[in-house]
């Protein structure tokens, strides 16, 4: 992490001597430098006040909040239709299957384990500043499971209405599977320069930037969509592909 910027932390932990503690530790970094910024109090609706008054680069808040044990979760719905800028992650005391999804379906960027050292929330912290998903392999395996579990929708619109054509579908389709793009170039019949222009597009559409948010994303329309909306058709994970993806800390 050489790059000599600042960074705008909100920390929103239980407490304010855990969220000074946390605090301190961001500030003695170096490389980037954090300015942390601390709510007047610790529940849901004053951290989420907060954020949306002060417009921090990254929101560091805790699952655990003083109004309640998932008091978290309450703070990323109410600054999720807000559209800020703010980047959003949720910092969980065990990052169980039910926990990780539900963090990322109400607009978590990233998911942090306090069993983790100070020097990988930096880290945490600075790739979801850059606009990238910061997820372990563990918690990735999750994202896989519910994956597999549920059948991802068509992508549409407030109005039910399709935001990608059928063949970009079908991209989104195999990079959902873990294929490459010569992969799927080879089992559409495409060239990869074709497969590149489709796969700018849909993020374009999307406002996304890597295939993982693309994976997340289809996760979250499977879990908002109507279920008399046609499904979009997903080829089942395989061993070999689920290993593309366990990779640790996830910055593409």
Same mark, same amino acid.
């Given at each position: ?52 008054? @002060? ?30 800028? @703010? ?35 930096? *880290? ?12 372990? @392999? ?30 970009? /579908? /079908? ?26 222009? &489709?796969?700018?597009?849909?993020? /374009? *559409? ?38 593309? &993806? ?7």
């Amino acid at each position: 992490m050489a790059d000599d910027i600042s960074i705008r932390v909100l920390v929103g932990d239980a407490s304010r001597m855990a969220s000074h503690l946390i605090a301190g530790q961001l500030r003695s970094n170096r490389s980037p430098r954090f300015e942390t910024i601390l709510p007047g109090s610790f529940d849901s609706k004053t951290i989420a006040d907060e954020i949306t008054r @002060t417009r921090p680069d990254v929101a560091l808040v805790s699952g655990v909040l003083q109004d309640s044990s998932f008091a978290g979760y309450s703070v990323l719905r109410l600054i999720q239709p807000l559209n800020l800028a @703010t980047r959003l992650i949720l910092l969980l005391e065990d990052c169980e299957h039910d926990l990780v999804i539900d963090a990322f379906r109400s607009g978590a960027r990233g998911v942090f384990s306090r069993a983790e050292s100070s020097e990988r929330l930096s *880290k945490c912290i600075y790739t979801v500043h850059k606009g990238q998903i910061w997820a372990s @392999t563990r918690e990735m395996d999750h994202i896989l499971e519910e994956l597999m579990a549920t059948r991802p929708r068509r992508i549409v619109d407030a109005h039910g209405s399709s935001l990608l054509s059928k063949r970009e /579908e /079908e991209v989104v389709a195999l990079v959902a599977d873990g294929l490459t793009n010569r992969q799927i170039s080879e089992q559409l019949k495409l060239s990869e320069h074709t497969v590149k222009n &489709y796969l700018f597009k849909v993020f /374009e *559409k999307l406002g996304i930037s890597t295939r993982v948010e693309l994976v997340l994303y289809a996760l979250s329309q499977n879990h908002r969509s109507d279920p008399a909306v046609a499904p979009l058709r997903m080829p089942q994970p395989t061993d070999g592909n689920r290993r593309r &993806y366990r990779s640790g800390p996830i910055g593409i």
